[in-house]
């Protein structure tokens, strides 16, 4: 419900009035980072956890495998993933052919918006036992928008990056233990900045071109 609402925050701006994504997206994060803040300090909690290892816990990993190639076959296999491909790669054009641009771009974003509330409820349940805090997320957002761009916005490539990323995150603790704490913890932005500037150098071809609205 929470990734839905944001969403619609999203929407109401970007696709009603207009208003530029990129700046609408950061104040967003700023306005969520305040609001968390405020629940934090009220002691909230989300429910019982989900024990890693649990029934439940094996059905949210399955489902992180399920939706990418589920993802794969709506954009790439469909009449519905072309018209979203293009509004994505070029509006004006796509509003020319008669494409309704706005209708698909809030579909779009807010099934997106559940799925990154679905993720944060997999943090609170499993890894901090149902409970919410100040900084749960760690800074991982960032991480999930760099494996957007490490995988070229292709839902089987985003979740091969997103689940190099957890590989590193995950080996952590055995890092930490060989003396290499520090890298343990760089490692990961340090993948994202190097995405960010591999993107930048292969979208001056005209082959690989990232969709210019969100």
Partial sequence: ATGLAASILYIIPVIVFRVD????GLLLVFL?????????????????????????YNILAL???????ILWLLMYKTWIGVEIRAIGYNEILARERGLRV??????MLLIGGAL????????ALTLYNGKYFTGITGGWGWLAIG??????????????????????????PYLEAMGLGPLSISTPYIMVILSLIIAAYISRSPRFKPPRIL
């Fill in 147 to 172: 494996s957007v761009i490490l995988g070229y916005w292709h839902p089987v490539g985003v979740a091969v990056a997103a689940y190099s990323i957890g590989l590193i995150l995950t080996l952590r």
């Fill in 102 to 107: 706005d209708t698909i771009r809030a579909i």
């Fill in 32 to 56: 969520a980072w305040g609001l968390a803040d405020l629940i934090a300090s009220i002691g909230y909690r989300v429910s019982p956890s989900i024990p890693i290892g649990s029934l439940q």
């Fill in 63 to 69: 489902i992180t495998v399920i939706i990418p190639l």
């Fill in 21 to 24: 994504q990129v700046a609408t």
């Fill in 116 to 123: 990154a509330g679905l993720s944060g409820s997999y943090m």
